[in-house]
C-alpha cells in the first residue's frame, strides 16, 4: 500500500499562484511515477502532469507553461506550482503514484478555486 496526503488547496483569484504538495508513505520503494490529476464537476477525472523517478515530466497541453511538477526523492514528495491560474483550472486535484507493479494509488484531494 501506499498512502498519499495532499495539502495546499484553496481559493484564488485568476491570475494568482497556489502551491500543492503531496507526501506519500508506505511502499515507497516501489513508486515509479507521481503525478496529479483534477477532477471538475461533471466532468472526468484528467492529466495535469506526471513526473517519473528520474524527473522526466509530461504535462496537459492546458497547463503547460504555467504549471511545474517538481519530486524530492529523498522525501517521498511530488509539488505542483501552479501559476497564472484560471477559472476553468477549478477542480479537486488529486495526487496520484504509479508503482512498478502497474498499481495505482489515489489521494483524497484537495480542492482548488479560482474566482474570475
Known amino acids: 500500500q501506499v498512502q498519499l496526503v495532499e495539502s495546499g488547496g484553496g481559493l484564488v483569484q485568476a491570475g494568482g499562484s497556489l502551491r500543492l504538495s503531496c507526501a506519500a508513505s508506505g511502499r515507497v520503494f516501489s513508486i515509479d511515477r507521481m503525478g496529479w490529476y483534477r477532477q471538475a464537476p461533471g466532468k472526468q477525472r484528467e492529466l495535469v502532469a506526471t513526473v517519473s523517478r528520474s524527473d522526466w515530466t509530461n504535462y496537459a497541453e492546458s497547463v503547460k507553461g504555467r504549471f511545474t511538477i517538481s519530486r524530492d526523492n529523498a522525501k517521498n514528495t511530488v509539488s505542483l506550482q501552479m501559476n497564472s491560474l484560471k477559472p476553468e483550472d477549478t477542480a479537486v486535484y488529486y495526487c496520484?503514484?504509479?508503482?512498478?507493479?502497474?498499481?495505482?494509488?489515489w489521494g483524497r484531494g484537495t480542492q482548488v478555486t479560482v474566482s474570475s
Open positions: 496520484s503514484a504509479n508503482l512498478w507493479t502497474a498499481e495505482t494509488f
